[in-house]
């Protein structure tokens, strides 16, 4: 699943290509991928792209499209060249629609936006714009309201679970997956297994900006480089060539050459240098 830096390339990249433009028509292909009346949006101009955690939101004149990518979800844009956004299939260069098609976005300029969708578990959602309402959702870390202290407050609520699993939690913090939330505990220098309650002030701002190193290094390179992901232009992010821990296992650490170790953690791989994070 997309993390928070791979749905913000996706939306920075978005922003250069359908903001001004109108919607003329929306085209259902599976009704399980779209929840609402798609003629609330047809005859509506884009006005604005904004990420949510892991949402990518497109505001319209009076309504809102709202886009969860899930598992296998993809956006391709073709405007005289094809942008893809999400998982890469072996279909996604060739003719649109194709088999995974699900929703299809026309606009007024005659380019296509295609919603795809391997699995089915993405959706598209068409709301009021001013009845947004996302539960269960913690801070967004890009922003300037997210500090220290309320990521501690957080991360108590999880005194006995591990660091790692923690942060991972959406309502602790929003848009950390496992892909960064390896690499904060790196940045960190804490043990990803180390449970909340032993950590110190110190510990909670460094990890603190170990979220956001992460995060933005991740946006910084076009998102991971996992076969999940290909960002609006077609391209593969970069992430991992510069990750420090994940997937780096039997690895030697890129800072202190000890041979990086993998966990299981919470059900999910965990990656850590036994010596920088002790």
Same mark, same amino acid.
């Given at each position: 699943?997309?993390?928070?830096?791979?749905?913000?390339?996706?939306?920075?990249?978005?922003?250069?290509?359908?903001?001004?433009?109108?919607?003329?028509?929306?085209?259902?292909?599976?009704?399980?991928?779209?929840?609402?009346?798609?003629?609330?949006?047809?005859?509506?101009?884009?006005?604005?792209?904004?990420?949510?955690?892991?949402?990518?939101?497109?505001?319209?004149?009076? *309504? =809102?499209?709202?886009?969860?990518? /899930?598992?296998?979800?993809?956006?391709? #844009?073709?405007?005289? %060249?094809?942008? &893809?956004?999400?998982?890469?299939?072996?279909?996604?260069?060739?003719?649109?629609?194709?088999?995974?098609?699900?929703?299809?976005?026309?606009?007024?300029?005659?380019?296509?936006?295609?919603?795809?969708?391997?699995?089915?578990?993405?959706?598209?959602?068409?709301?009021?714009?001013?009845?947004?309402?996302?539960?269960?959702?913690?801070p967004e870390p890009l922003e300037k309201e997210f500090t220290w202290e309320i990521l501690k407050n957080n991360l108590l609520k999880h005194k006995?679970?591990?660091?790692?699993?923690?942060?991972?939690?959406?309502?602790?913090?929003?848009?950390?997956?496992?892909?960064?939330?390896?690499?904060?505990?790196?940045?960190?220098?804490?043990?990803?297994?180390?449970?909340?309650? *032993? =950590?110190?002030?110190?510990?909670? /701002?460094?990890?603190?900006?170990?979220? #956001?190193?992460?995060? %933005?290094?991740? &946006?910084?390179?076009?998102?991971?480089?996992?076969?999940?992901?290909?960002?609006?232009?077609?391209?593969?992010?970069?992430?991992?060539?510069?990750?420090?821990?994940?997937?780096?296992?039997?690895?030697?650490?890129?800072?202190?050459?000890?041979?990086?170790?993998?966990?299981?953690?919470?059900?999910?791989?965990?990656?850590?240098?036994?010596?920088?994070?002790?």
């Open positions: 699943m997309p993390e928070l830096p791979e749905v913000e390339v996706i939306k920075l990249s978005l922003q250069r290509k359908i903001i001004g433009l109108t919607i003329k028509k929306i085209q259902i292909l599976s009704p399980k991928s779209f929840i609402g009346n798609p003629n609330l949006a047809q005859g509506q101009k884009v006005l604005k792209i904004e990420r949510k955690a892991k949402l990518l939101l497109i505001n319209l004149d009076k *309504n =809102l499209l709202l886009f969860h990518l /899930k598992m296998t979800g993809q956006l391709i #844009l073709e405007d005289g %060249k094809r942008f &893809i956004g999400g998982h890469p299939t072996e279909d996604m260069m060739g003719k649109m629609p194709n088999n995974h098609t699900r929703v299809i976005f026309s606009f007024s300029d005659g380019s296509h936006l295609y919603f795809n969708d391997q699995r089915r578990f993405g959706w598209v959602k068409i709301i009021d714009n001013g009845k947004l309402t996302i539960d269960n959702l913690g006995s679970m591990p660091v790692k699993v923690a942060i991972m939690d959406q309502k602790v913090v929003s848009g950390v997956g496992n892909i960064y939330s390896n690499e904060a505990c790196f940045n960190a220098g804490i043990d990803p297994r180390t449970k909340i309650s *032993n =950590l110190s002030d110190l510990q909670f /701002k460094r990890l603190h900006l170990g979220v #956001l190193k992460s995060l %933005k290094d991740g &946006i910084a390179h076009g998102g991971s480089t996992r076969a999940h992901f290909r960002d609006p232009e077609g391209h593969r992010g970069y992430f991992l060539d510069y990750a420090y821990v994940y997937g780096r296992d039997k690895h030697p650490c890129k800072v202190c050459g000890t041979i990086i170790k993998k966990i299981s953690l919470g059900g999910r791989g965990t990656y850590f240098c036994p010596q920088c994070q002790k």
